[in-house]
């Protein structure tokens, strides 16, 4: 049976050409059943506080950090969205004198234009983001060194070689996008091979830190939350790390304050990743295959999957 056209952009796939019945499950899943969506290899975790969420985001960046040493640096790859916690990582650092000599750090992702990663002074730039917000708040004797923050380029080799250069990846954190992804990993277009179903999870788990092409909702998305909505000020394509990078991060951790994606998005992944349903119109559920995948959520945040009228 033929799969369905997306009903938001038809040259593309994406989660409304999933099966209705997977829809309407998850659509239902009130927060008393996301909790007990956690299985081994997958864990749900509710925060009752926004404070609680954001200082538990910041407290795995001190974890991975101080496992670090001279002969077992320690990273994390941390996300543009959400940021809240990158101000908070800075104020611990300081506050506890935590050294960051050994430690390490990979940019999730970063806009794509003309050819080249978007300049680090431009105000979209990711890489800006992360110092200002974090990096360049820390004390200067406690200071990562330039050479172990890791951040995507058009010359894609280097931050590629740096997953393999003996640094152990603690953990990667991420949000999720309305097309259901983490980073920039988002749906393929609808075409060439991909024309009458999406990249099997095998095929898509074999892609590396890349150029991509934005789905349209993503373009969307990024222009409400970044850029007044202005969608003509908003790249359409953009560098990402990659399924090949994730899978080797000892855990992948997800966090939903209910600002980026909307509750039904926020119950599809769970419950995808719950039940081991991968399909790449929904990227997010390829993270059914990784051994240690955590979603936390802001409980006020999760909201309901119901017709009401504003």
Request: glycine share 6%; hydrophobic share 35%.
């Amino acid at each position: 049976m033929a799969r369905k056209i997306s009903m938001l952009a038809a040259d593309w796939w994406d989660f409304t050409t999933l099966d209705d019945k997977i829809l309407s499950e998850a659509a239902k899943l009130t927060p008393k059943d996301m909790l007990k969506l956690s299985r081994p290899g997958f864990k749900v975790v509710f925060y009752d506080t926004l404070e609680d969420f954001y200082l538990a985001e910041a407290l795995e960046y001190i974890t991975a950090w101080k496992q670090a040493t001279a002969n077992n640096p320690v990273g994390i790859c941390g996300p543009i969205g959400p940021t809240e916690q990158l101000p908070l990582v800075a104020r611990l650092v300081n506050e506890l004198q935590l050294s960051l000599k050994n430690c390490h750090f990979w940019g999730m992702d970063e806009w794509y234009v003309n050819g080249k990663e978007m300049d680090s002074s431009h105000p979209l730039s990711f890489e800006k983001a992360d110092k200002d917000l974090c990096f360049n708040r820390i004390d200067k004797k406690l200071r990562m060194p330039e050479e172990n923050m890791h951040f995507p380029k058009a010359d894609l080799k280097t931050y590629i070689n740096s997953w393999d250069a003996g640094v152990r990846c603690a953990v990667i954190q991420g949000g999720q996008g309305d097309t259901k992804h983490w980073a920039f990993n988002d749906p393929l277009k609808r075409e060439g091979k991909y024309k009458d179903n999406p990249p099997t999870p095998e095929e898509y788990r074999k892609l590396s830190t890349r150029v991509v092409d934005l789905h349209p909702v993503t373009c969307m998305q990024n222009a409400r939350t970044s850029a007044g909505g202005v969608v003509t000020g908003i790249p359409t394509t953009a560098l990402t790390v990659g399924p090949v990078q994730t899978w080797k991060a000892e855990k992948v951790s997800i966090w939903q304050a209910g600002m980026h994606d909307n509750p039904f998005g926020q119950r599809l992944t769970a419950y995808m990743i719950s039940n081991k349903i991968m399909d790449s119109s929904v990227p997010m559920s390829l993270l059914a295959d990784h051994p240690n995948v955590q979603f936390n959520y802001y409980r006020s945040g999760i909201g309901v999957c119901e017709t009401e009228m504003h």
